[in-house]
């Protein structure tokens, strides 16, 4: 059973960090992709972050680039996203996806399986 477990989120003042961690079970990093997206209130789901298994590379839109990291630690069959210089408008709840292909998408058509999401609240 294909299984994403996302944590880490929480209440961060503007300037501040955060890292999620996406735990995967039922199967292993190696020839997948994982993607972390976010959706606030009354705006289209977003993709945010993108690490594919088999090549190593990564993806992030400008809203998010030089301030996002992701990462993956096959040991733990876990994929990071470390947040720095949080904004307000980061404020969303963040999903990681998982799919069976090579190349990075930030489509969410793309992914079959996500995790149940995690609430990032960025306030003063």
């Known amino acids: 059973q294909v299984q994403l477990v996302e944590f880490g989120g929480g209440l961060v003042q503007p300037g501040g960090s955060l890292r999620l961690s996406c735990a995967a079970s039922?199967?292993?990093?190696?020839?997948?992709?994982i993607g972390w997206f976010r959706q606030a209130p009354g705006k289209e789901r977003e993709g945010v972050s993108c690490i594919s298994s088999t090549y190593g590379t990564t993806y992030y839109p400008d809203s998010v680039k030089s301030r996002f990291t992701i990462s993956r630690d096959n040991a733990k069959n876990t994929v990071y996203l470390q947040m720095n210089s949080l904004k307000p408008e980061d404020t969303a709840v963040y999903y990681c996806?998982?799919?069976?292909?090579?190349?990075?998408?930030?489509?969410?058509?793309?992914?079959?399986?996500w995790g149940q999401g995690t609430q990032v609240t960025v306030d003063p």
């Open positions: 039922g199967f292993t990093l190696d020839e997948h992709i």
């Open positions: 996806a998982t799919e069976a292909r090579d190349f990075c998408s930030g489509s969410s058509i793309d992914y079959d399986y």
